[in-house]
């Protein structure tokens, strides 16, 4: 009785919108709205719900050479649906780690960048958060602990099994960290 989510629809959604945009903002924000609203009446019953900024940014990690363009694509994609600062932060954050570990950082760099620049806590272990974790539908809650379940993990799969094994928002989890994971 499984099936892929909204974070699966709105990441193929994102994707195309990034690709077809190339790198400009104006024309990525409007093909992103597009294909967001095609795959999103497509497929309407895939469960829709919260931190959908940051569950749904990994192409924008993927896409572009530079730290920077990556940022701005992720800003981008986030203001389709979101214009609160964390929905953004949080696609930024998301965005960046996958920069940052496809192009050779280390674990350690990229915690510091993060705690640095988006000033989440990265300090606690999947121990001392699956206890008290539940399901919660924004970003300043979930993608710390996504980036925590990656940086302890020892394979993709062992960060994929981190992230499911928080318990709260489970798909959402492990769409963002598998995205880093990758």
């Not at 530079?66 to 986030?78: C, F, I, P, S, W």
């Not at 496809?102 to 272990?125: A, W």
Request: charged share 25%; aromatic share 8%; proline share 3%.
């Amino acid at each position: 009785k499984s099936h892929f989510t909204d974070d699966t629809v709105m990441t193929v959604a994102v994707a195309r919108g990034l690709i077809v945009g190339k790198g400009i903002p104006e024309r990525t924000f409007e093909e992103t709205k597009s294909e967001m609203r095609i795959w999103g009446e497509t497929y309407p019953h895939a469960g829709y719900g919260g931190n959908g900024s940051a569950m749904r940014v990994s192409a924008a990690g993927w896409l572009f050479d530079t730290l920077d363009k990556t940022l701005e694509m992720a800003k981008v994609t986030a203001e389709v649906t979101h214009n609160h600062p964390e929905g953004i932060k949080g696609a930024q954050a998301t965005a960046a780690v996958i920069f940052l570990a496809r192009t050779g950082h280390s674990k350690p760099e990229i915690k510091q960048y993060v705690e640095q620049t988006f000033g989440y806590d990265l300090n606690r272990t999947c121990d001392e958060i699956r206890p008290t974790y539940h399901h919660v539908e924004t970003c300043q809650e979930t993608v710390p602990e996504a980036i925590i379940a990656f940086l302890e993990s020892v394979s993709f799969e062992d960060a994929l099994r981190n992230a499911v094994s928080l318990g709260g928002d489970s798909d959402t989890l492990a769409c963002i960290t598998g995205g880093i994971a990758e």
